[in-house]
């Protein structure tokens, strides 16, 4: 089904161009803008995130491990409009507010919808709810995820070859999985960017302990 959500369109120093339905924008490998967020929590002494397994149905990526939530800027929107997202996917409200911006990212990758070239606008949002609070819609989000950044960091590394991590599903159900690498949306050789292969992940991540630890001078 084709996607006719508009979105502005830029040159590559940011420019706006215009206006395109996104589908289109991303035929044509227009830069356009994007948000990510990176929920993070305390749980006791442990600094963990909360992440997203994209449905199994989604175009790309299909169920694997994606950020808390992450989506197309709209027409008109700002950055920090679009934690709307978060609603749509994991189904919480947040406070703007509460955004902490970690820059911007510039990323070029192909896609099956395309030549994908965006400007991402990166945030982490602390939110102690428990897992079990998130409402994720199932045909964004098959799952939100609890996972210890040192676990995820380890595992990125190279450090370690997986572990568990517990799940809550749009059906209301808390379970344990073993997860790899191969488990979490890849930034392999098809991404064109400044990062070695997980760079973007474990900067963010590291970010997102870092932020926990009440440290307050934050960029990807």
């Known amino acids: 089904m084709p996607n006719d959500e508009l979105i502005d369109v830029f040159d590559e120093l940011g420019q706006p161009q215009g206006v395109l339905p996104?589908?289109?924008?991303?035929?044509?490998?227009?830069?356009?803008q994007v948000f990510h967020v990176l929920i993070v929590a305390m749980r006791n002494t442990t600094p963990v995130v909360i992440l997203q397994e994209r449905a199994h149905t989604k175009l790309t990526f299909p169920?694997?491990?994606?950020?808390?939530?992450?989506?197309?800027?709209?027409?008109?929107?700002t950055?920090?409009?679009?934690?709307?997202?978060?609603?749509?996917?994991?189904?919480?409200?947040?406070?703007?507010?509460?955004?902490?911006p970690l820059g911007v990212?510039?990323?070029?990758d192909e896609t099956p919808e395309g030549v994908n070239r965006e400007f991402v606008n990166v945030f982490l949002y602390r939110d102690?709810?428990?897992?079990?609070?998130?409402?994720?819609?199932?045909?964004?989000?098959?799952?939100v995820v609890e996972i210890p950044i040192s676990a995820a960091l380890a595992l990125l590394s190279g450090e370690a070859t997986d572990f568990n991590a517990t799940y809550f599903n749009h059906q209301g159900r808390l379970s344990t999985h073993r997860?790899?690498?191969?488990?979490?949306?890849?930034?392999?050789?098809?991404?064109?960017?400044?990062?070695?292969?997980?760079?973007?992940?474990?900067?963010?991540?590291?970010?997102?302990?870092?932020?926990?630890?009440?440290?307050?001078?934050?960029?990807?």
């Open 179 to 220: 997860i790899t690498r191969n488990n979490f949306v890849p930034e392999g050789p098809t991404v064109k960017s400044d990062a070695s292969e997980w760079g973007y992940w474990r900067t963010v991540l590291i970010m997102a302990e870092r932020y926990l630890m009440g440290e307050r001078n934050l960029s990807i």
């Open 105 to 108: 990212r510039r990323v070029v």
């Open 128 to 143: 102690e709810r428990p897992l079990a609070a998130y409402r994720p819609r199932s045909i964004e989000v098959a799952a």
């Open 79 to 100: 950055a920090v409009e679009g934690v709307r997202e978060v609603a749509e996917e994991i189904g919480v409200e947040l406070n703007p507010i509460g955004l902490v």
């Open 63 to 77: 169920g694997l491990l994606d950020l808390s939530a992450t989506g197309h800027l709209l027409t008109g929107e």
């Open 22 to 32: 996104r589908d289109q924008a991303h035929l044509e490998g227009r830069w356009h």
